[in-house]
């Protein structure tokens, strides 16, 4: 059985009251680490407005979302803390002109109605708190009873939004748990009890038709998209849609019939779904109506626990416009409400399988960007540091991607079932719920901003288009064709890879002093350079080549002179040495004496052949006859 409160509560204003700890909360397996002395209650915060400023738009740049350990501690502190848990107006303020919201995002659990008798592990606390017996107690800024309502939800974190929307906060209400659990009955409603999108749709038109003063004007427009199967449709722009309440219509056919819609970064909004139709409003039911056709374009269909299941994650975004009449100032604000597609656990039928991969896949990205952001991946200070948060690994969390930066005051409403076959569901949204809990978040307001600034700002970009258009046209030009197919992209980069490696490998070369020039990769480099500057190249190389050669000639002669010089030296050495010089005195000497026989020998062998000569003259007269026949002939 679930506990409920003996009394039912007064919504007259929400209880925010300081929530004493009980020893369970810190017991639990899953406590949650919000605690009511840190926790900032968001949307009480009494924050009023400065009709002075005219900044721009708040962009999501400018604006951020953080851990909460580090940001509520100061954010509530003592100077910080109003007596009813509330944050105080001080801690809201940056700077005397620029207003900014400080809190963490506004978690709400709203427990389905079970008719059960059996035992229910389930217990509700007071208003704050929901514990479970095996998983342990856990506490939120509000936990809704079976027998809440939805005007007591809209209360307690619907109306809240509206009064901020109205002072220029944007803000966002998503509703998140399992399939089943009533978050399309929380946002729709049905036709006996209005959901939150009706109700905050009545309380805007209220204070429209209450403050509308003699110098400003407040305007409403409305969107209307669906996140189905990862892709995007506007649900007010469908080529047939059917007005009515029956939503049943065959889902291929609607897909076919729908145009998909693509989601492009934007410096104003942060991202933008390119082509989403926004219809202007003047009353309740005029807003509704459009509404209601876009629920009729919306895909259903049945699940194992819900007859008429959404099959997509919606978004309705109502956009506030208060024109000042007389300076033209504009103040814009958006209101989105967000009904996301349930988790369920793997589905019967093929069609409902696939959405199911989908939707489990979608927000199962959701889980991990709140994780992260949890974590403190933002906070500059954190030792996580400035890690990625993953916004694109779904189109849900691309869109949500601005007002999870801090571009919105975000609430969730995490509605869940305490039927017994779906507890690991449960406890799955609590924990996400959890997480949510941790993510602190700075949100600033959006300034008015005249048509003037609008003008300037839409020149601006026309400009910037035009100049990164000429630079598409250059880089076009220069790389000879309009248009680069993604079939060649592959392998000229490939190649493109190829050739800085070769590149690198000549210059490694080229560091060389001895470089072969006949290099395969050199030349082959050489080669497909331009002609003009293959020349210059190859001049330059040849100049390297003779000087090479001048240098190697040089080397050459310089190695002869110094061998030359070691020679000498080892021969001046050596004269130094007394004995070397005693040696060779003796073979000069020597030499000496050789030469003087020598000459003895040579003047002895002149003075024989003289004998010789004389010893032949003398036996010359016994020739006689012979010496006259060759005197006559001139023969020897
Ligand atoms: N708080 C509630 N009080 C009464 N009935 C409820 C409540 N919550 C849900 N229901 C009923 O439970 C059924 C399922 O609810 P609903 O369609 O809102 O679930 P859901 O979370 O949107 O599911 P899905 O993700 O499959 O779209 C509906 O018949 C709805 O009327």
Redesign the pocket.
């Known amino acids: 059985m679930i506990h409920k409160s003996p009394t039912r509560r007064s919504m007259s204003r929400p209880s925010y009251q300081q929530v004493p700890q009980s020893p369970a909360i810190r017991s639990g397996k899953l406590v949650s680490s919000v605690k009511r002395k840190n926790s900032v209650t968001p949307l009480s915060t009494p924050i009023s407005v400065s009709s002075t400023s005219r900044n721009r738009h708040a962009s999501p740049t400018r604006s951020s979302m953080v851990s909460s350990p580090t940001r509520t501690s100061s954010a509530s502190s003592s100077r910080g803390k109003a007596s009813d848990g509330m944050v105080n107006l001080d801690s809201v303020w940056q700077n005397g002109t620029t207003q900014q919201y400080r809190g963490t995002i506004s978690v709400s659990i709203?427990?389905?109605?079970s008719e059960s008798r059996v035992k229910n592990p389930w217990k509700i606390g007071q208003n704050h708190t929901i514990a479970h017996e095996d998983h342990g107690e856990f506490e939120f800024d509000h936990v809704?009873h079976?027998d809440?309502?939805?005007s007591e939800v809209y209360e307690g974190i619907g109306k809240p939004l509206i009064d901020r929307l109205f002072e220029g906060y944007n803000g966002i209400i998503f509703?998140y748990?399992?399939?089943?659990?009533?978050?399309?009955?929380?946002?729709?409603g049905?036709a006996e009890?209005s959901g939150l999108i009706l109700l905050s749709v009545r309380q805007i038109y209220d204070r429209i038709n209450n403050e509308q003063q003699d110098n400003t004007s407040l305007s409403v427009k409305v969107s209307y998209l669906e996140i189905y199967n990862e892709k995007i449709y506007d649900l007010l722009n469908y080529p047939d849609h059917r007005t009515g309440t029956s939503a049943f219509a065959p889902r291929s056919s609607q897909a076919s019939s729908a145009a998909e819609l693509q989601i492009r970064d934007d410096s104003r909004n942060g991202v933008r779904v390119v082509g989403l139709t926004e219809q202007q409003v003047h009353t309740t039911e005029e807003l509704m109506k459009v509404i209601s056709v876009g629920n009729s374009n919306r895909r259903?269909g049945e699940?194992d626990?819900?007859?008429?299941?959404?099959?997509s994650h919606t978004i309705v975004s109502i956009t506030l416009t208060r024109t000042n009449i007389i300076d033209g100032l504009d103040t814009s604000s958006t209101l989105s409400l967000c009904?996301?597609?349930?988790?369920?656990k793997a589905a019967g039928q093929q069609e409902r399988r696939k959405e199911g991969a989908f939707?489990n896949k979608s927000l199962l990205a959701l889980g991990t960007v709140i994780s992260k952001l949890s974590a403190g991946c933002t906070h500059p200070n954190s030792h996580f540091g400035t890690s990625h948060i993953p916004y694109r690994d779904s189109k849900l969390t691309r869109i949500l991607q601005p007002a999870l930066s801090g571009d919105s005051i975000v609430t969730t409403i995490c509605?869940i079932?305490t039927k017994l076959d779906s507890v690991s569901e449960t406890v799955n949204t609590i924990r996400f719920a959890t997480r949510a809990k941790d993510v602190s978040m700075t949100v600033r307001r959006n300034e008015a901003e005249s048509n003037n600034d609008k003008d300037k700002l839409v020149n601006d970009l026309k400009r910037q288009i035009d100049e990164q258009q000429e630079i598409i046209w250059d880089l076009r030009r220069q790389s000879g064709t309009n248009d680069i197919p993604t079939t060649t992209a592959h392998p000229l980069r490939h190649e493109n890879e190829t050739l800085k490696t070769k590149l690198q490998h000549c210059e490694r070369l080229l560091d060389k002093d001895d470089t072969p020039v006949q290099d395969e990769s050199f030349l082959e480099i050489v080669e497909m350079l331009p002609a003009a500057i293959g020349a210059v190249l190859e001049t330059k190389i040849q100049g390297l080549e003779s000087k090479l050669r001048e240098h190697r000639a040089y080397n050459t002669l310089l190695e002869r002179k110094l061998k030359e010089a070691e020679q000498r030296l080892v021969v001046e050495e050596a004269e130094e040495d007394p004995m070397v010089r005693e040696l060779l005195k003796e073979q000069e000497d020597e030499i000496f004496e050789l030469r003087r026989a020598l000459t003895r020998k040579n003047k002895m062998l002149e003075a024989l052949q003289s004998a010789k000569r004389l010893r032949e003259g003398a036996l010359r007269p016994l020739n006689y006859e012979n010496r006259n026949f060759e005197a006559s002939t001139g023969r020897k």
């Open positions: 709203r427990v389905k109605p809704f079976p809440s309502s939805n509703a748990g399992m399939t089943g659990s009533g978050k399309t009955y929380t946002m729709s049905t009890e259903t699940t626990y819900n007859a008429r299941s959404s099959r009904d996301l597609a349930g988790s369920e939707i509605t079932d």
